[in-house]
């Protein structure tokens, strides 16, 4: 997060810090609680497995608020564009439920037709750097504004205003930034977006991913997947668009 400030230990009880092993070795990052064992982030974050942090403020430390929990599955969408950063939004679900406290409980999604518009504030929050080559290990947040969709629309050439959102005025130093990918844009204490990508120096305008368009995708998804059964059943191994 550039520009941001320490948040209030706990304040964000959905923040989700993910552990990333692929091909290019370990990567991190952030995701948010939605159901008591789905954490929603965004597919770019994919790897061969993944291991979910919650409850935590400081990521190096061992805090008591932690829960560690390994995903079960990671079900990136189908229509995912890795070129494009199209259809940029993951769900990973747990092993287990979490245990729910004050440090660690869902966040909500968008219902029915609650719309975000240009100059809506919100916020994101992440464990990302805070400069070109600045590391933090306690949670960041910032206050970004939603922006009008031909600002990122000049600026990328894959955006797409139905489902992405542009975030961050352009004459301010304010962003998520590198290691914040698949953190949460919240408006009014309901998830509206998901980082996905931006400027490689930090310059806003950046494009989130638009949850409210991925609705029918998400439900479909959780139902299909929950609740667990002892074992797979056959036929539990086809892909898992």
Same mark, same amino acid.
């Given at each position: 997060?550039?520009?941001?400030?320490?948040?209030?230990?706990?304040?964000?009880?959905?923040?989700?810090?993910?552990?990333?092993?692929?091909?290019?070795?370990?990567?991190?990052?952030?995701?948010?609680?939605?159901?008591?064992?789905?954490?929603?982030?965004?597919?770019?974050? %994919?790897?061969?497995?993944?291991?979910?942090?919650?409850?935590?403020?400081?990521?190096?430390?061992?805090?008591?608020?932690?829960?560690?929990?390994?995903? %079960?599955?990671?079900?990136?969408?189908?229509?995912?564009?890795?070129?494009?950063?199209?259809?940029?939004?993951?769900?990973?679900?747990?092993?287990?439920?979490?245990?729910?406290?004050?440090?660690?409980?869902?966040?909500?999604?968008?219902?029915?037709?609650?719309?975000?518009?240009?100059?809506?504030?919100?916020?994101?929050?992440?464990?990302?750097?805070?400069?070109?080559?600045?590391?933090?290990?306690?949670?960041?947040?910032?206050?970004?504004?939603?922006?009008?969709?031909?600002?990122?629309?000049?600026?990328?050439?894959?955006?797409?205003?139905?489902?992405?959102?542009?975030?961050?005025?352009?004459?301010?130093?304010?962003?998520?930034?590198?290691?914040?990918?698949?953190?949460?844009?919240?408006?009014?204490?309901?998830?509206?977006?998901?980082?996905?990508?931006?400027?490689?120096?930090?310059?806003?305008?950046?494009?989130?991913?638009?949850?409210?368009?991925?609705?029918?995708?998400?439900?479909?998804?959780?139902?299909? %997947?929950?609740?667990?059964?002892?074992?797979?059943?056959?036929?539990?191994?086809?892909? %898992?668009?």
């Amino acid at each position: 997060i550039i520009g941001g400030r320490e948040a209030r230990p706990h304040s964000r009880p959905y923040m989700a810090f993910l552990l990333i092993q692929s091909s290019e070795g370990l990567g991190a990052c952030g995701g948010f609680l939605v159901r008591e064992d789905f954490v929603m982030t965004a597919a770019h974050c %994919l790897g061969s497995s993944i291991n979910v942090i919650l409850g935590a403020h400081n990521i190096q430390r061992q805090e008591r608020t932690q829960q560690h929990i390994p995903v %079960l599955r990671a079900i990136p969408h189908p229509d995912y564009d890795p070129d494009k950063f199209r259809n940029d939004i993951m769900l990973l679900q747990l092993t287990r439920r979490i245990r729910k406290n004050k440090a660690v409980r869902p966040v909500a999604l968008p219902q029915g037709r609650n719309r975000l518009r240009p100059g809506d504030l919100c916020t994101v929050a992440g464990w990302g750097l805070v400069s070109r080559n600045m590391r933090t290990d306690v949670l960041q947040e910032v206050q970004l504004r939603v922006q009008r969709d031909q600002k990122c629309s000049n600026r990328f050439n894959n955006y797409n205003s139905q489902t992405q959102i542009c975030v961050g005025n352009p004459r301010e130093r304010k962003s998520a930034f590198r290691g914040d990918s698949g953190g949460p844009l919240v408006c009014n204490n309901v998830v509206q977006g998901i980082v996905s990508y931006g400027d490689s120096n930090g310059i806003p305008p950046a494009v989130f991913t638009k949850i409210q368009s991925f609705t029918p995708w998400i439900k479909r998804t959780m139902r299909r %997947l929950a609740p667990r059964h002892q074992g797979p059943a056959p036929g539990d191994f086809h892909s %898992l668009g």
